[in-house]
């Protein structure tokens, strides 16, 4: 079963407010990936965090890593019509093969102008 | 760089018939292949992982005989879909990962192939 959880499912947000998705896994992950995936597209790596409570940034987005490697977020400053798309996050899980990642649900995030 | 091609980019069939679906790394060789499944709305699925001149790894649950995975060569994988029935329809989504031996290295994805079959 899906070993990594992802909430919300869903996310409607005015123009200029901000926006947060966050991942949970049950078990510590080796590292931990976001990915961007536009309507009709495919996703796009975005950011990988590997040490524990690790925090990136890239403009208005902001990515953190739990101190116990079992959570992250996502957060975005000031949302755009652009940042429009499903937001996953994707954990390694301990012990799991090279290159296997496990998906969250993913979080679909609309813009409203 | 690390570009991933998947052709075709969308293809209906009849039930019964069966499907290929090729996963090309454009600018670097990939030993490792990944092949998912994504239903409308919800997350990436691993179906299996293609590893370059052996044997596909197959997720529990998905049926090695329906879902062919063969990677020939560094650069090619390929997903056959055999005697597509209407419940295979979904978006198919290959990637790679282009560092070898390395699990911090992200997975760059194809466009994905959205098969129907009628």
């Known amino acids: 079963g899906q070993q990594v959880m992802q909430i919300p499912q869903y996310q409607h947000v005015q123009e200029g407010e901000d926006f947060t998705t966050y991942c949970n896994s049950s078990?510590?992950?080796?590292?931990i990936q976001w990915y961007k995936q536009r309507p009709g597209g495919h996703p796009v790596f975005l950011i990988q965090?590997?040490?524990?409570?690790e925090v990136k940034k890239q403009k208005r987005l902001t990515f953190q890593f739990g101190e116990a490697k079992k959570n992250s977020s996502l957060h975005i400053t000031a949302t755009q019509t652009t940042d429009v798309g499903t937001y996953f996050c994707a954990g390694r899980l301990g012990g799991t093969s090279y290159g296997k990642l496990t998906f969250g649900q993913g979080t679909i995030l609309t813009v409203h102008p | 760089g690390a570009v991933v091609s998947q052709h075709p980019s969308w293809v209906i069939c009849k039930s019964g018939t069966s499907v290929k679906i090729e996963c090309r790394s454009l600018?670097?060789?990939?030993?490792?292949m990944f092949w998912y499944r994504q239903f409308p709305k919800q997350s990436l699925m691993l179906m299996a992982t293609?590893?370059?001149?052996?044997?596909?790894?197959?997720e529990q649950g998905v049926e090695k005989d329906k879902f062919l995975i063969n990677h020939a060569s560094l650069t090619l994988s390929t997903l056959t879909v055999t005697s597509a029935h209407p419940e295979d329809s979904s978006f198919y989504i290959c990637?790679?990962?282009?560092?070898?031996?390395?699990?911090?290295?992200?997975?760059?994805f194809g466009n994905g192939t959205r098969l129907t079959v009628t």
């Open positions: 965090l590997v040490k524990s409570g």
């Open positions: 600018d670097f060789q990939a030993t490792t």
């Open positions: 990637s790679a990962s282009w560092v070898r031996n390395s699990y911090n290295s992200p997975l760059h």
């Open positions: 293609s590893n370059e001149g052996s044997k596909a790894t197959y």
């Open positions: 078990t510590t992950l080796s590292n």
